[in-house]
């Protein structure tokens, strides 16, 4: 179901909206510290909410005494991260019936996540999302990572469909912020972390993902 003047296709976020990630990654990252004798604050883990892991690790690295860089503290974490997803990492309440209603509309779908694309073949694999897109771009394809646009120009481009024509699903204030520059309309489902009130305006908020397929042939029009 596709009009000239509507969404001619829809783009994901993946970790907090489409899986449950940020607790098991909340995890990774304090077991990582903890083994340097150092405690993750909410604030950081908050901040590094949306960002490629590259990028949360430099974050890390600036706010804690570490004996060891970024790369050796993602590696670290990434150890502990991948292992545990194919058991613990679970698909967000709501999500398949969403997706399959998108596909009973023909509409076209891509992923646009900070996650490498590691990580993201993993999750694959694990949650059978396989064949569900069409468009996959991952943190480590782009030069700037989340909120720069370049993510979602992206996966619009692999999709052979113009940004402005694209509705972008988000859960944090980087993603919705990265999806806004790309000129996408922009919906959000917040993370329990996130204030509502620090999304960008335009951004049309759900409680749910069920919320949002109830409401879908409406968000497609």
Known sequence: ???????????????????????????????????????????????????????????????????????????????????????????CAGLYPLLDALACREI?????????????????????????????????????GKPAPDIYLLAAERLGVAPERCLALEDSVLGARAAEAAGMVCLVVPNDRMDPRDFPATCRLFDSLERVRDNLDDLLA
């Open 108 to 144: 076209p779908l891509a992923l646009a996540t900070s996650g490498h694309r590691v990580y993201v073949d993993l999750v694959f694999q694990t949650l059978d999302f396989e064949d569900r897109f069409r468009a996959v771009v991952t943190g480590d394809e782009v030069a700037n």
């Open 1 to 91: 179901m596709k009009t000239s003047n509507g969404i001619h296709a829809v783009i994901f976020d993946l970790d907090g909206l489409m899986v449950d990630s940020e607790p098991l990654a909340e995890w990774a990252w304090r077991e990582t510290l903890a083994r340097y004798g150092c405690l993750l604050d909410e604030q950081t883990f908050q901040d590094i909410l949306g960002l490629r892991v590259a990028d949360s690790a430099r974050v890390i690295c600036e706010r804690y005494p570490l004996p060891v860089g970024p790369e050796e503290a993602m590696a670290e974490r990434d150890r502990l991260f991948l292992d545990a997803v194919p058991a613990r990492l679970r698909a």
